[in-house]
């Protein structure tokens, strides 16, 4: 019997008068309405950030044969029509479920700024923390009284490493971040207290809690107590973070990398009911020998990602996990003196896999040597908007900052109609 | 036209500055000063009240003692009280401990490193931790330095160069972005968010359109760092933007107000320049590189004159006065802070302008001005804790709003708390001043791990997870030594007893007879490891809401 715990049977059992005093607690930034509601309960992200920047052309865009295509041929797929490269053989046999795009134009080559832009979804701005990717889906699909985190970040390598956070937002939305450890700090009880009376300590702060918040209209109490009493529920999942309870069968077929096992946890935690988690895999700045660097980096990519898209599909959990490939640029057609590529954020390319996608659909093109886009050209707030309107969320909704309305997706962002389902 | 300002050599603007500190050192604590103060704190009453009465809103009663000691010790000495301090006051003549222990709090050692650390996170914006600066505003929190004093040793550093080269962090975290300098600055030092204004004129505020931001810019423009770390100004170099109909213009130099600075002529040739110009880029690049040498015309020498000047519309003034209310109130006069202009009206204004000006004529003496607020009605209100609360809205100041604690008051408040009362008592009556120097160092790492709160602030699960599993907790504040809160506990027998002390030591009130009862009860069902018990209520009242705000 599966025993993880699923959102929208919570959602049903709480029932709709919790959510709504819930909601008013939380009334400093625009709430969804109850038609939006319909939208949380049950849709997840799956975020495989591929760090420091993975080469287009050793993935989803190859140019074989021109000066600037590296040694690698491009293999057929599943689909007619659409090659990508043989580095990939796994996820070229199922590309049914996943939508190319091969023509973001993002104009910023810089590592800091880059992530920066691919994580917020527009160039940032003095006096305005906008939130990331993770703590916007946090925010729109998750439930305030979750049993389970609602974004987590995994980022084990030390390179690159950004934390990300919720901005203006709120603390809230924070992600979990699992950095050295595979399970997430301070979820697990000091030995020095038993069960009992760690549950027994909760209910005495409860009363002491009660007294004070009664009649109080103060939001800022209020999340307080939200983040209080969501601690015992957290305590009890840090069994999705334990993956040997999964078959061994199951852990090979992730293979036995740490990016692997972090996709094992993912789904686990996905299938849990958990809006956002990003694993990162670092490091693919390859400024130098960027073609044994992709080989080594797409098998792990080929693998965990063909695992992970099979393993959703199984459990019918696919149709309602968006799964993304994304990193923070591209890569230079130009090979350097190093036999590398540099960064490029010009004409490069990510993939959208499962809930609201057109599966088996390549969007965009770019020119011959893969130098400048040719057709449909994208940014980082179509990108956005795209993922939103997958996941059903209004692309053009807006947060209230102030007196000032910030849209989820930056200002004038189309999402890519084409790739959606 | 624009009239030509006067070129201020900097030795007359450091002329006035010195004026403005001797009204302070003249100001003194003297007893006139005193009912200088209580005069003011009336001021703001009347303002507020007559308000209430013309909007017929009833405000709530004034706190009770215990919780006034709380707020107060919290705003002045950023930490929770000791029991002894609380026993002190809830025994002195009802009619002159309020104003003996605000007197007593404004000159502890506590006040100006409380003031110290909201002055860090007002100013660096939570960008850094930089021990340097902070041991800075401490020296200058210490002896009161004014306000527009402060603000010239921040915004021209080079100024003080030879003797200190500390104030350079705020501008100097910045230098690399041009506009982090302009909006910050625009920010922190005058209320007034202009980011919105940069790519347009501001869609929503019509005081703001793109030349009042790329002039205030310009102000930055010149400004770079050199390789050694420190600041100056190039010899030119002007601020170009495009306006949403594709014309390109040359900003100027020009204050929020709308004065302009009129530029004087470069006299140098352009060879000369050049040369400048070179040495100022090895100077960035190369550490052993001697400083260039600085250009006659300084612009942002220019923009602190400027907003000195500004009597009119006063942003300098105006918007430290609204800080400081905000700080204590948990909401401006004029709210978001960052908002001053036309079309977001100050809730008071009669009030504000009263504070700005006083703050003015004391030589923007900042303790005078919190003195004065705290010993007002309005500061000393209870919560609302019923539906009306809504209604009422908290813009009326009818009722005190709940505010959550900065990291270093939680922190130190912890460590307050979890000290045995009679090892704080010694503490206090002994060398004081040290104690309070280890404690805020104690303080740093666990200060370091919280949020800053903002507007809206919400308390993350991680710190709730973190205070509820991580091992530090356990060690740093629920410790069973002699010296520890839980170690005094652990000494009486009385479980009742114990509920009246652990009462007084963490929420510093008087436990009521549930409360006392419950505690009891807890204790009582734990007989055969009490130690566990105490620890767990102690960390039970530790990590209820009513420790993490300040009400």
């Keep these: ?421 | 036209m624009i009239p030509r300002l006067p070129l201020l050599p900097f030795e007359s603007l450091m002329r006035l500055n010195l004026a403005a500190l001797m009204i302070f050192a003249f100001a003194g604590s003297s007893e006139l000063a005193a009912s200088e103060v209580m005069e003011l704190a009336k001021r703001i009453d009347d303002h507020i009240n007559h308000r209430l009465a013309e909007e017929n809103v009833q405000p709530t009663e004034l706190v009770d003692a215990a919780g006034f000691l709380r707020r107060v010790t919290l705003d002045l000495a950023g930490r929770i009280p000791s029991t002894s301090e609380l026993d002190a006051y809830l025994s002195a003549d009802a009619k002159e401990r309020k104003q003996q222990l605000v007197q007593r709090l404004i000159e502890s050692p506590d006040f100006a490193y409380h003031q110290r650390n909201q002055l860090d996170i007002l100013l660096l914006l939570r960008q850094e931790h930089n021990d340097q600066w902070r041991e800075y505003l401490l020296e200058a929190t210490r002896e009161n330095r004014s306000w527009d004093q402060l603000f010239r040793e921040v915004i021209l550093p080079e100024d003080t160069l030879s003797t200190d080269p500390r104030p350079v962090a705020f501008l100097k975290r910045r230098t690399n972005d041009l506009d982090a300098m302009t909006n910050d600055t625009s920010v922190t030092w005058f209320g007034v968010n202009i980011a919105c204004a940069k790519c347009h004129d501001h869609p929503l505020v019509s005081d703001w359109t793109q030349a009042h931001y790329y002039g205030m810019s310009a102000f930055f423009k010149r400004t770079f760092q050199t390789r050694q770390g420190f600041l100056s100004e190039r010899f030119d170099g002007t601020t170009k933007y495009t306006n949403t109909d594709g014309e390109e213009h040359e900003a100027d130099f020009m204050f929020l107000t709308g004065t302009k600075v009129d530029v004087p002529a470069l006299e140098i040739d352009e060879e000369e320049l050049k040369k400048l110009n070179e040495q100022i880029k090895t100077s960035e690049s190369d550490e052993k590189a001697d400083s260039p040498p600085r250009p006659e015309f300084r612009p942002r020498a220019y923009l602190v004159q400027l907003a000195l000047a500004d009597e009119e519309n006063d942003f300098f003034t105006r918007n430290i006065a609204n800080r400081v209310w905000a700080r204590l109130f948990g909401r401006g006069i004029v709210h978001p802070l960052d908002q001053m202009h036309s079309e977001n009206a100050p809730s008071h204004p009669e009030l504000l302008s009263e504070l700005a000006s006083d703050l003015r004529e004391s030589g923007y003496d900042l303790r005078r001005l919190i003195h004065a607020i705290v010993l007002t009605d309005a500061y000393a209100r209870s919560m609302m804790r019923d539906s009306v609360a809504k209604a009422i809205g908290e813009a009326s100041f009818a009722a005190a709003v709940p505010r959550p604690l900065s990291p270093r008051q939680l922190s130190l408040s912890l460590r307050i708390a979890g000290t045995g009362p009679d090892t704080l008592t010694q503490w206090q009556s002994d060398d004081w001043a040290k104690r309070r120097d280890e404690l805020e160092r104690q303080a740093d790492v666990t200060a370091r791990r919280l949020a800053i709160p903002d507007d809206g602030f919400q308390v993350s699960v991680s710190e709730a997870l973190w205070f509820s599993n991580n091992p530090s907790i356990e060690n740093d504040f629920l410790n069973g030594s002699n010296d520890c809160l839980v170690g005094h506990l652990k000494q009486i027998e009385s479980n009742e007893e114990v509920a009246d002390v652990v009462s007084k030591a963490v929420l510093s009130r008087q436990a009521s007879d549930d409360e006392r009862q419950a505690i009891a009860d807890y204790l009582n069902a734990r007989s055969e490891r009490r130690e566990n018990g105490l620890k767990q209520v102690v960390w039970a009242l530790m990590s209820s809401p009513e420790f993490r705000f300040n009400y």
């Excluded at chain 1, 027994?200 to 939200?226: C, I, Y």
């Excluded at chain 1, 999942?237 to 040997?244: A, E, K, Q, V």
């Excluded at chain 1, 393993?311 to 190093?338: A, W």
């Excluded at chain 1, 057109?358 to 770019?366: C, I, L, N, W």
């Design chain 1, 1 to 421: 019997m599966n025993q993880s715990i699923n959102r929208r049977t919570l959602l049903k059992a709480a029932g709709t008068t919790a959510i709504v005093s819930n909601m008013a607690a939380l009334n400093v930034l625009s709430q969804p309405s109850f038609a939006n509601e319909l939208v949380r309960g049950d849709k997840s992200v799956l975020l495989l950030w591929l760090a420091g920047g993975a080469s287009q052309l050793e993935t989803w865009d190859p140019k074989p044969g021109r000066p600037t295509g590296g040694p690698f041929a491009k293999i057929r797929t599943s689909i007619p029509g659409i090659e990508i490269s043989e580095l990939l053989p796994k996820i070229s046999t199922r590309l049914n479920e996943t939508a190319i795009i091969r023509s973001l134009n993002t104009k910023i080559g810089d590592h800091g700024q880059g992530y920066e832009l691919m994580d917020t979804g527009r160039v940032g701005e003095p006096g305005v923390q906008f939130p990331h990717l993770g703590a916007m889906i946090a925010h729109e699909l998750g439930q305030l009284d979750s049993r389970v985190p609602d974004y987590v970040s995994m980022y084990t390598s030390t390179e690159g490493r950004r934390q990300g956070s919720a901005g203006f937002l709120g603390a809230r939305y924070n992600p979990m971040f699992l950095t050295d450890k595979m399970i997430p700090e301070d979820i697990r009880r000091h030995e020095a207290i038993t069960d009992v009376d760690h549950q027994d300590r909760a209910a005495l702060r409860d009363f002491f809690a009660k007294k004070f918040v009664r009649d109080l209209a103060s939001p800022s109490v209020s999340s307080h107590e939200n983040a209080y009493e969501r601690v015992h529920g957290l305590m009890a999942c840090d069994y999705l973070f334990d993956i040997d309870r999964e078959r061994q069968a199951m852990r090979d077929h992730y293979g036995p990398t740490q990016f692997g096992q972090q996709c094992l946890i993912a789904r686990r935690l996905v299938e849990a009911g958990v809006p956002f988690v990003k694993v990162a895999r670092a490091w693919w700045d390859s400024h130098g020998q960027n073609f044994e660097t992709h080989r080594e980096l797409c098998a792990d990519l080929d693998q965990c990602m063909d695992a992970l898209l099979d393993d959703l599909k199984q459990r019918g959990l696919l149709e309602k996990t968006l799964v993304i490939t994304l990193g923070e640029f591209g890569r230079t057609p130009q090979i350097n003196g190093s036999l590398g590529r540099d960064h490029f954020a010009n004409a490069w390319s990510c993939t959208l896999s499962g809930c609201g996608i057109r599966g088996g659909s390549v969007f965009g093109k770019t020119d011959e040597d893969g130098q400048t886009v040719v057709e449909g050209e994208m940014n980082a707030g179509d990108l956005f908007a795209t993922i939103f309107s997958a996941l059903g969320i209004q692309y053009d909704k807006e947060y209230m900052v102030g007196s000032r309305p910030i849209p989820i997706s930056d200002f004038g962002s189309e999402p890519c109609r084409e790739v959606l389902a």
